[in-house]
């Protein structure tokens, strides 16, 4: 990993809040926009106050994520990478921060990702009164040795 702390959009795409992603789903295929636009954009499935998308417009554009520029009385927006670009710097930073920067582990890690979430589904059953079968129970237990919490992954999320 990089030893030297700079500051650059690479390391600031994974701590967006999910508001400020949304405005620039918006502003992407947009190209540049203003507040207005992008409140216009997000409005259909997240409607918000105008004041609440210019603070989250300023925001991204103190952390260098959007540029903007002054017309008339508006700020018009502009984003500093592409979607493809930001996609790419997510998924390194993923990469290097979850699996040691190999892409093997990630692929690894995918490929067994799908077989453990069908066998989650087995000891659920089991509940209702169906028998757990060995294989089932091993992959139950394997799984919730894996998550580190000593139950199945997933299951920290509801409450």
Known sequence: MNSAKTPSPRHALLDLAPLELDCLNMLWPMGEGTVREIRDALASHRPRAYTTIMTIMDRLARKGIVERRKTGR??????????????????????????????????????????????????????????????????????????????PAGTASAK
């Open 74 to 151: 508006a700020y018009i927006y502009k984003p500093n990478l592409t979607a493809e670009d930001a996609r790419a710097h997510a998924l390194a930073q993923v990469i290097d921060s979850f699996f040691g920067g190999s892409k093997e582990l990630v692929i690894a890690h995918l490929d067994a990702a799908s077989p453990k979430a069908a066998t989650l589904v087995a000891p659920i059953g089991s509940v209702a009164g169906d028998s757990t079968s060995p294989a089932n129970a091993s992959a139950a237990a394997a799984a919730a040795g894996s998550s580190g919490r000593g139950r």
